[in-house]
């Protein structure tokens, strides 16, 4: 299974050792984790033991820009039995947010599924407070469905969400 994907600004691929000090700086922020199921990680070790779980896993990419191969975010597009389609995710380092960076890895890693996996179903969810995600989600197809909850994975928080759907035929 190929797992690097090329868009006109991104590499998408695995994540490797080397990018731990690019992923600190996004995981590390808690402005960018404001509305994500992770806690903000205190240190580099926290992140080369992340991307140690990560790196072997199929729907897990990082996003490297193709300019100057800096790592900017990460991504997934993972299965989820109980509602049997694949969940999409991504996380952005705020320096990079607002110039479509998002929606491109976004968009990519859909089609990446679609073509590799034959995925036709997929869902997307985004607190409520988080606007920005919402407009990526949109912006990928998906359509509202309901309004639910997501909480962090520590049990700290539970935040209101939008959750949505895309089918692709």
């Not at 994540?15 to 404001?34: H, M, Q, S, T």
């Not at 820009?65 to 969940?87: C, H, Q, W």
């Not at 049990?155 to 959750?163: D, I």
Request: with cysteine.
């Amino acid at each position: 299974m190929t797992r690097i994907i090329y868009t006109d600004r991104l590499i998408l691929r695995p994540l490797e050792e080397k990018d731990a000090e690019d992923v600190f700086e996004w995981v590390g922020d808690p402005i960018v984790n404001r509305y994500m199921p992770y806690s903000v990680y205190k240190d580099i070790e926290q992140v080369r033991k992340w991307i140690e779980q990560a790196k072997n896993k199929d729907y897990e990419f990082c996003f490297e820009l193709k300019e100057t191969g800096k790592v900017i975010g990460a991504g997934s597009v993972k299965p989820d039995t109980e509602l049997n389609a694949y969940e999409l995710g991504y996380n952005l380092n705020r320096a990079f947010w607002n110039h479509g960076y998002a929606t491109e890895a976004a968009k990519a890693m859909i089609k990446w599924a679609y073509e590799t996996l034959g995925v036709r179903d997929f869902i997307a969810r985004h607190a409520n407070a988080n606007t920005a995600s919402g407009n990526v989600i949109r912006k990928c197809g998906f359509q509202f469905e309901k309004y639910g909850q997501y909480g962090r994975f520590d049990g700290s928080e539970v935040f209101e969400a939008s959750c949505y759907r895309l089918h692709l035929d």
